[in-house]
């Protein structure tokens, strides 16, 4: 029969067995482990070079965007100041411009108002004392426009708190007629062209074709000041 002692020497070589194939398995998973982790690393390391080669890229697109920007500012910039010397050298102002485009066509706008003006007169001034851009006069009215390259809100409220009350002083001979008043400008946004309608003026703007045109709604009424 066999022996307490032959069993116990048989349990240890079992246990002995099994552990050495533990290990074995152990250190296998730590093999799998280990080039797993390997692989993982190469695969973060590529990213990284991905990454750093996009951002390379963006950096240098950016770059060459900027310096192309930059080009074509200065090419604009340079072309605005040959127009604006051309100009310049005319004698010619953007002011002097819409000036003469709102005066030009005056009496044909006022005409669809039932405004038949006999005198349309510009830059109508006394010297050191006040000056206006267009003046126009029927047989009980007159219409003083004030024309802006661009209208903007300051622009009215000074033609309404400055300009028209004084015109009947610095012109007596305009003291019995009814005064009206009118702006003009080739850049009129919206809320400024509303803005001027309110205070009861004439708005004036410069067409997509290059012809003039009012911006008044059809019911508009235009203020009588004193």
């Given at each position: 029969m066999?022996?307490?002692?032959?069993?116990?020497?048989?349990?240890?070589?079992?246990?002995v067995?099994?552990?050495?194939?533990?290990r074995k398995?152990?250190?296998?998973?730590m093999?799998?482990?280990?080039?797993?982790?390997?692989?993982?690393?190469?695969?973060?390391r590529?990213l990284?070079?991905?990454?750093?080669?996009?951002?390379?890229?963006?950096?240098?697109?950016?770059?060459?965007?900027?310096?192309?920007?930059k080009e074509?500012?200065?090419?604009?910039?340079?072309?605005?100041?040959?127009?604006?010397?051309?100009?310049?050298?005319?004698g010619?102002?953007?002011?002097?411009?819409?000036?003469?485009?709102?005066?030009?066509?005056?009496g044909?706008?006022?005409e669809k108002q039932?405004?038949?003006?006999?005198?349309?007169?510009?830059?109508?001034?006394?010297?050191?004392?006040?000056?206006?851009?267009i003046?126009?006069?029927?047989?009980?009215?007159?219409?003083?426009?004030?024309?802006?390259?661009?209208?903007?809100?300051r622009?009215?409220?000074?033609?309404?708190?400055?300009?028209?009350?004084?015109?009947?002083?610095?012109?007596?001979e305009?003291?019995?007629?009814?005064?009206?008043?009118?702006?003009?400008?080739?850049?009129?946004?919206?809320?400024?062209?509303?803005?001027?309608?309110k205070?009861?003026?004439?708005?004036?703007?410069?067409?997509?074709?290059?012809?003039?045109?009012?911006?008044?709604?059809?019911?508009?009424?235009?203020?009588?000041?004193?």
């Amino acid at each position: 029969m066999e022996s307490r002692l032959d069993r116990i020497e048989r349990a240890l070589e079992l246990f002995v067995q099994e552990n050495r194939e533990a290990r074995k398995r152990a250190d296998e998973e730590m093999r799998d482990m280990r080039e797993s982790r390997k692989k993982a690393d190469e695969e973060t390391r590529h990213l990284k070079e991905v990454i750093e080669e996009t951002d390379r890229h963006i950096r240098e697109s950016d770059e060459r965007l900027g310096e192309r920007i930059k080009e074509i500012d200065e090419r604009l910039s340079q072309k605005m100041d040959r127009v604006s010397k051309e100009l310049g050298e005319m004698g010619i102002t953007q002011g002097q411009i819409a000036e003469d485009l709102f005066y030009r066509n005056v009496g044909y706008l006022f005409e669809k108002q039932e405004l038949i003006f006999s005198d349309i007169r510009r830059n109508v001034k006394k010297k050191g004392i006040a000056e206006y851009d267009i003046v126009a006069v029927n047989k009980d009215k007159v219409l003083v426009i004030e024309v802006k390259n661009k209208l903007e809100k300051r622009s009215v409220d000074k033609f309404l708190e400055k300009m028209l009350p004084k015109f009947k002083k610095v012109f007596p001979e305009y003291r019995d007629y009814d005064l009206i008043g009118g702006v003009g400008g080739l850049v009129v946004k919206d809320d400024v062209g509303q803005y001027a309608q309110k205070a009861g003026l004439y708005v004036l703007t410069q067409k997509g074709d290059g012809g003039a045109m009012l911006l008044n709604r059809k019911n508009f009424k235009a203020k009588s000041f004193v």
